[in-house]
């Protein structure tokens, strides 16, 4: 019995090797003309008061000799501009629910001290407040998504930030922020009640964080009653799926903009492993992870569509991405690591994810974007390196606001240890310009894979095509090589009277554009 067991596994196991090597991978692309547009949001990034995120990383004060706008890196802006950064969140994480956002406006010398009691216990000077924020954002082109207190704060407080940020009249806190030197309001129109209520934001219930978010959310209008403001529930932890459930249930439909869901890619959270000396073992492990989003996706849409059939109430995945062990040398509470191939592999395949999603995901947020776990940006003192994560956010930034191209397709597996994970993921969208871009992600450590995309019927003549890869999985970016791993024109593919046939090498990310 045991002998039968072991041939049909091992049968089993080498057959799948053998399909994910020869087998080509048949992607069907469908020019549906009612397919959702994907959201430009999807590409939205994350900055918290954690570690060097904003302090050393964004903002060096306007004192500094780095070149700066306001105290804001020039360095920085120009790389996040050239990525398209289409919003911002901030302050937190859970730092948003120690937050109190009047502690950082006023003249400087003026502003209170807080102990940073989540990342590092380092004082907080309160030096970068909500002008430096929303002016930043301004900079940069992209719309602020303001993490609001619920956890330590109180209902006025998060109602009076509204009214600062966002009123035009004459008001208590319009008066304020006019008197702090801003007279136009910022307008902004994301706002999260809490984060992460079921943890570092206060520990609650679904239940009693439900009536608290109804609570929140009465007062928290725009003040203009334009029906500008969009407010988002702190979302689940990954696959608690009551959590949204619970949510989905209590809260009115039309109180509710967003509800989060958070999702980091870890191995084991007591054994996060190094972020870049790792073996196949630790690179499968993350990616298994990583690719669970898809199924974190489809099941909480699937709950979310019960009580919202109509896909009013949008997922915004607002913070994901890998999580390892920080860098050796590194304070454990500031969340430093490196980047690496496996981290781009990684950000390829859950973009896909969100673009084929485009109809329920309507925002996501990269955690984080400076110096902060899967960060685009790394600094070191005036020098800054742009990761692999960033070139697939700039080669991916191509599908912002583009309606997506619905596709089809069995994937082949990549097998490592008698485990198996699809080793394709793609994703396609038509810009407004007609433009056709096909993103292809092959996961597979160790085998190119074929892929055929019959592209008659879409509208193009001919494809150009990118790719980001490199020789090992381990590679990355550093302040000595800062351009290790950059895009390069890929070739690899013929176009046979209206059929791609694409070969794309192991753990690598292509771009094909289709004009
Ligand atoms: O991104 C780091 C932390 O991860 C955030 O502060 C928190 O929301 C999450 O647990």
């Not at 898809?294 to 949008?314: G, N």
Request: aromatic share 10%.
């Amino acid at each position: 019995m045991k002998k039968v067991l072991l041939s049909t596994f091992l049968f089993t196991l080498f057959s799948q090797v053998s399909f994910a090597q020869n087998q080509t991978t048949v992607v069907t692309i469908k020019n549906n003309a009612d397919a959702p547009t994907i959201n430009k949001n999807i590409y939205g990034h994350f900055a918290e008061h954690l570690g060097r995120s904003i302090y050393g990383g964004f903002f060096v004060g306007d004192t500094s000799k780095i070149p700066n706008t306001k105290g804001v890196r020039n360095d920085i802006v120009k790389a996040l501009k050239e990525l398209k950064i289409p919003n911002l969140r901030w302050p937190g994480g859970c730092f948003a629910d120690t937050y109190h956002w009047k502690d950082g406006i006023g003249p400087q010398q003026e502003r209170p001290t807080i102990v940073n009691q989540w990342w590092g216990g380092v004082t907080e000077d309160n030096s970068f407040g909500t002008h430096d924020f929303l002016n930043m954002c301004e900079l940069l082109g992209a719309e602020p998504y303001l993490s609001g207190n619920v956890g330590s704060g109180t209902v006025q407080e998060l109602a009076d930030w509204v009214q600062y940020t966002n009123f035009s009249g004459k008001s208590p806190m319009s008066d304020l922020r006019k008197k702090n030197g801003r007279t136009e309001p910022w307008k902004v129109k994301f706002w999260g009640i809490g984060n992460e209520a079921w943890g570092c934001g206060g520990n609650m219930t679904a239940e009693y964080y439900a009536n608290e978010y109804r609570k929140y959310a009465t007062f928290m209008s725009d003040w203009e009653n334009t029906g500008g403001i969009t407010r988002i529930a702190s979302g689940s932890n990954s696959a608690d799926y009551n959590w949204t459930e619970v949510l989905m249930k209590n809260i009115p439909i039309n109180m509710l903009g967003g509800v989060g869901v958070h999702h980091y890619a870890v191995i084991d959270w007591a054994k996060k492993g190094d972020g870049v000396n790792f073996t196949e073992d630790g690179y499968f492990h993350t990616m298994q992870s990583a690719l669970k989003m898809e199924e974190l996706v489809t099941k909480h849409s699937a709950i979310m569509d019960k009580y919202d059939p109509e896909k009013k109430v949008a997922m915004i995945v607002d913070e994901w991405g890998a999580w390892y062990e920080v860098e050796k040398g590194t304070n454990p509470g500031f969340l430093y690591q490196q980047n690496t191939m496996r981290d781009a592999v990684l950000a390829g395949a859950t973009l896909n994810i969100f673009n084929n999603h485009a109809d329920r995901v309507r925002m996501a947020n990269l955690a984080q974007c400076v110096n902060v776990l899967q960060a685009v940006i790394l600094t070191d003192k005036a020098k800054m390196i742009t990761t692999p994560t960033y070139h697939v956010m700039k080669m991916y930034s191509v599908h912002q606001d583009a309606k997506l191209l619905p596709i089809d397709f069995q994937s082949p597996l990549y097998t490592f240890n008698g485990e198996s994970l699809p080793a394709v993921s793609a994703s396609a969208s038509k810009d407004k310009s007609g433009l056709v871009h096909i993103s292809l992600v092959n996961v597979d450590a160790k085998n190119k894979n074929k892929i055929e995309i019959d592209v008659k019927d879409l509208g193009v003549k001919g494809f150009t095509g990118t790719i980001i890869t490199s020789a090992k999985l381990q590679d990355y970016n550093s302040f000595d090589a800062p351009n290790k791993i950059v895009p390069t024109v890929f070739k690899g593919f013929e176009n046979k009277k209206g059929k791609l046939e694409i070969t794309i090498p192991p753990f690598s990310v292509v771009v094909l554009e289709g004009k």
